[in-house]
C-alpha cells in the first residue's frame, strides 16, 4: 500500500511542495515526471528524491455533519523544491515503494508570466467531487440511505485537498480523471507544438486575471465543478475576447464553494447539493449557495447561459460508444474531413452528453455542427424525444466582444483523441482533424470576429 497527496494542487518555479504520503513499505522514494507527447514515450523524468522512511499515516477523521474526510494530522513526508527544471506542464510524481507499491500525485506547474495562445486547465474540482477516499465523496457514502433516492443521503457535503486519490484509470492510482479525459488533449498538443500554458480550476480561482492572458481557454474532461469566482473570471475574459473550449459535457454544472483548511486556502470544497442545507441559505449572496445545480435556486445561473446547451444525462458505461452525427458538413470545421450532412463517425460518443433544449437559456446564435441520435434505452437521459434524445456539438459567438464558445457535447472527445489501440474502433484521425480545425479558429483571435456562429444555417 502507498499513497499520498501535495500541499498545493499547482506551483511555480520558487515554490516548495509538500508531501503526505502513507505506506506499509519500509521506504520509498518519489520519481518527478513531467507528462505529455516526448515522441510517443508520455513523459519525461525531471527529478528523484532521495530513498527516504516509510510509515503508515494515521486514519483520515471523517467530520460528521459534512462527512468530509481528511488527511491534514497526516506528517509531512518529504518536500520538494520547484525549480526552473520543472517547466510548465503537467507532472505525475511517482511514489515507488521498496516493496513494489506504486501511486502518483498529481501536479500542475504553471507560469504566472506565460502569454501563450492557449491555456490548459486541468480539472481538479470535479476531480475531488469524484474522490471516495476514506469511503465518502459528493456522490457516495456510507449509511442506511434509501438506494432510489438521488442524491444519496449519506454523500459528503465537503471534500478535502488533504487526501489522496482513491482511484485512478490506465493504471495511474491517485490520478483521478488526469489520464483518462485530460492526457490525451495534453499529449495532442504537445505532439502538434502548440502554443499551450497549464492551469487549474484553483490557479484561476486565485489568479483569475489569467485567462486574459491567452487567447483560448480549454476545459478538460468532467468539468462539472466551478465555483463562483471561477465562473466569473471565465465571463470576463469571454467579454473580453478571450474564446472558450468545453471539451467535456456537463460543464460547470455543479455549483461549490471553497474554504480554508488546517494547512492553507482552498482546500476544502463545498457542495451541499440542497440550498435548503447549506449554512448559506438566506444569509449574504445567494450565487454562493451550493443547491443541486447552478441552475437551481437561489443562485439560478444555469450553465447553458455561458456554455451554449446544457447536460442531458449519460450514456450508460455497459452501452456501447455511439455514433457522431454531422448536421453542418459545410461549417468551417468539417474542413478538411470529407464528411457530409447525415454521415455519422462511429465511437465518438460516450458517457456525459449535452444537448441543446428548446426553451431554455442558451445565446440565441448557437450553431450546432452535430447532431446526434442516442438510444435512451441504454442511457439516463433527462430529456428525450421518444426512445431516443440528444448529443449536439455547438458553437457560438458573442456580438459584443466577439469571443467564440464551442461544446464538444460529450465527454468522450478527448479520449477519441488517444492513440487506438490495433483492431478497435477507431475515430481519432477525424476528430483530431476537427480539433486542428477548431483550434486554428479559437488561437488565432476572437472567434466571431472571423468565424461567427450561423443560427439559421443548422437550428
Same mark, same amino acid.
Given at each position: 500500500?502507498i499513497?499520498?497527496?501535495?500541499?498545493?494542487?499547482?506551483?511555480?518555479?520558487?515554490?516548495?511542495?509538500?508531501?503526505?504520503?502513507?505506506?506499509?513499505?519500509?521506504?520509498?522514494?518519489?520519481?518527478?515526471?513531467?507528462?505529455?507527447?516526448?515522441?510517443?514515450?508520455?513523459?519525461?523524468l525531471?527529478?528523484?528524491?532521495?530513498?527516504?522512511?516509510?510509515?503508515?499515516?494515521?486514519?483520515?477523521?471523517?467530520?460528521?455533519?459534512?462527512?468530509?474526510?481528511?488527511?491534514s494530522?497526516?506528517?509531512?513526508?518529504?518536500?520538494?523544491?520547484?525549480?526552473?527544471?520543472?517547466?510548465?506542464?503537467?507532472?505525475?510524481?511517482?511514489?515507488?515503494?521498496?516493496?513494489?507499491?506504486?501511486?502518483?500525485?498529481?501536479?500542475?506547474?504553471?507560469?504566472?508570466?506565460?502569454?501563450?495562445?492557449?491555456?490548459?486547465?486541468?480539472?481538479?474540482?470535479?476531480?475531488?467531487?469524484?474522490?471516495?477516499?476514506?469511503?465518502?465523496?459528493?456522490?457516495?457514502?456510507?449509511g442506511?440511505?434509501?438506494?432510489?433516492?438521488? !442524491? #444519496?443521503?449519506?454523500? &459528503?457535503?465537503?471534500? =478535502?485537498? $488533504?487526501?489522496? @486519490? +482513491?482511484?485512478?484509470?490506465?493504471?495511474?492510482?491517485?490520478?483521478?480523471?488526469?489520464?483518462?479525459?485530460?492526457? !490525451? #488533449?495534453?499529449?495532442? &498538443?504537445?505532439?502538434? =507544438?502548440? $502554443?499551450?500554458? @497549464? +492551469?487549474?480550476?484553483?490557479?484561476?480561482?486565485d489568479?483569475?486575471?489569467?485567462?486574459?492572458?491567452?487567447?483560448?481557454?480549454?476545459?478538460?474532461?468532467?468539468?462539472?465543478?466551478?465555483?463562483?469566482?471561477?465562473?466569473?473570471?471565465?465571463?470576463?475574459?469571454?467579454?473580453?475576447?478571450v474564446?472558450?473550449?468545453f471539451?467535456?459535457?456537463?460543464?460547470?454544472?455543479?455549483?461549490?464553494?471553497?474554504?480554508?483548511?488546517?494547512?492553507?486556502p482552498?482546500?476544502?470544497?463545498?457542495?451541499?447539493?440542497?440550498?435548503?442545507?447549506?449554512?448559506?441559505?438566506?444569509?449574504?449572496?445567494?450565487?454562493?449557495?451550493?443547491?443541486?445545480?447552478?441552475?437551481?435556486?437561489?443562485a439560478?445561473w444555469?450553465?447553458?447561459?455561458?456554455?451554449?446547451?446544457?447536460?442531458?444525462?449519460?450514456?450508460?458505461?455497459?452501452?456501447?460508444?455511439?455514433?457522431?452525427?454531422?448536421?453542418?458538413?459545410?461549417?468551417w470545421?468539417?474542413?478538411?474531413?470529407?464528411?457530409?450532412?447525415?454521415?455519422q463517425?462511429?465511437?465518438?460518443?460516450?458517457s456525459?452528453v449535452?444537448?441543446?433544449?428548446?426553451?431554455?437559456?442558451?445565446p440565441?446564435?448557437?450553431?450546432?455542427?452535430?447532431h446526434?441520435?442516442?438510444?435512451?434505452?441504454?442511457?439516463?437521459?433527462?430529456?428525450?424525444?421518444?426512445?431516443?434524445?440528444?448529443?449536439?456539438?455547438?458553437?457560438?459567438?458573442?456580438?459584443?466582444?466577439?469571443?467564440?464558445?464551442?461544446?464538444?457535447?460529450?465527454?468522450?472527445?478527448?479520449?477519441?483523441?488517444?492513440?487506438c489501440?490495433?483492431?478497435?474502433?477507431?475515430?481519432?484521425?477525424?476528430?483530431?482533424?476537427?480539433?486542428?480545425?477548431?483550434?486554428?479558429?479559437?488561437?488565432?483571435?476572437?472567434?466571431?470576429?472571423?468565424?461567427?456562429?450561423?443560427?439559421?444555417?443548422?437550428?
Open positions: 500500500m499513497a499520498g497527496y501535495a500541499s498545493r494542487t499547482y506551483a511555480a518555479a520558487g515554490d516548495t511542495l509538500s508531501l503526505y504520503v502513507s505506506t506499509d513499505a519500509a521506504r520509498f522514494h518519489v520519481e518527478a515526471y513531467r507528462v505529455g507527447y516526448y515522441r510517443g514515450t508520455g513523459a519525461r525531471v527529478w528523484t528524491s532521495t530513498t527516504v522512511p516509510g510509515r503508515v499515516q494515521q486514519p483520515c477523521p471523517r467530520t460528521s455533519d459534512t462527512n468530509m474526510v481528511s488527511c494530522d497526516w506528517a509531512v513526508s518529504l518536500r520538494v523544491p520547484i525549480t526552473r527544471a520543472f517547466v510548465q506542464g503537467d507532472y505525475l510524481f511517482k511514489l515507488v515503494g521498496s516493496g513494489g507499491q506504486r501511486s502518483y500525485i498529481p501536479v500542475t506547474v504553471w507560469d504566472p508570466g506565460s502569454r501563450a495562445t492557449y491555456l490548459i486547465k486541468n480539472d481538479v474540482l470535479t476531480w475531488q467531487a469524484w474522490n471516495p477516499y476514506g469511503g465518502y465523496d459528493y456522490y457516495v457514502g456510507s442506511g440511505c434509501p438506494q432510489d433516492v438521488y !442524491p #444519496l443521503c449519506s454523500r &459528503a457535503r465537503v471534500v =478535502s485537498f $488533504d487526501r489522496p @486519490y +482513491a482511484f485512478g484509470y490506465n493504471g495511474g492510482k491517485g490520478t483521478g480523471d488526469f489520464l483518462s479525459l485530460e492526457l !490525451p #488533449l495534453v499529449q495532442w &498538443a504537445e505532439q502538434h =507544438s502548440l $502554443d499551450v500554458a @497549464y +492551469a487549474t480550476d484553483l490557479t484561476v480561482v489568479h483569475p486575471e489569467i485567462l486574459t492572458d491567452h487567447r483560448a481557454v480549454f476545459s478538460l474532461g468532467h468539468d462539472e465543478c466551478w465555483s463562483l469566482r471561477e465562473r466569473r473570471a471565465a465571463v470576463a475574459a469571454h467579454r473580453a475576447g474564446n472558450l473550449a471539451f467535456g459535457a456537463s460543464a460547470m454544472l455543479r455549483h461549490v464553494r471553497l474554504a480554508p483548511s488546517a494547512l492553507g482552498d482546500r476544502e470544497e463545498v457542495d451541499y447539493r440542497d440550498s435548503s442545507a447549506d449554512p448559506l441559505d438566506g444569509r449574504g449572496d445567494p450565487l454562493r449557495v451550493t443547491g443541486n445545480t447552478w441552475a437551481s435556486p437561489p439560478s444555469p450553465e447553458d447561459q455561458f456554455v451554449g446547451e446544457s447536460y442531458n444525462g449519460f450514456l450508460e458505461p455497459s452501452a456501447p460508444a455511439a455514433a457522431l452525427t454531422v448536421s453542418d458538413s459545410r461549417a470545421i468539417f474542413a478538411g474531413t470529407g464528411l457530409r450532412d447525415g454521415q463517425v462511429p465511437g465518438v460518443i460516450r456525459d449535452d444537448s441543446l433544449e428548446p426553451g431554455l437559456s442558451d440565441a446564435d448557437v450553431q450546432v455542427f452535430a446526434s441520435p442516442l438510444d435512451a434505452a441504454q442511457a439516463q437521459p433527462r430529456t428525450r424525444i421518444g426512445d431516443t434524445f440528444y448529443s449536439d456539438m455547438t458553437y457560438y459567438t458573442d456580438p459584443e466582444g466577439h469571443a467564440a464558445v464551442w461544446d464538444s457535447g460529450t465527454n468522450n472527445w478527448i479520449p477519441d483523441l488517444a492513440l489501440a490495433a483492431g478497435t474502433v477507431c475515430p481519432a484521425p477525424v476528430i483530431g482533424r476537427i480539433t486542428g480545425n477548431l483550434l486554428r479558429v479559437l488561437g488565432s483571435g476572437p472567434g466571431g470576429v472571423t468565424h461567427p456562429s450561423l443560427p439559421g444555417e443548422s437550428r
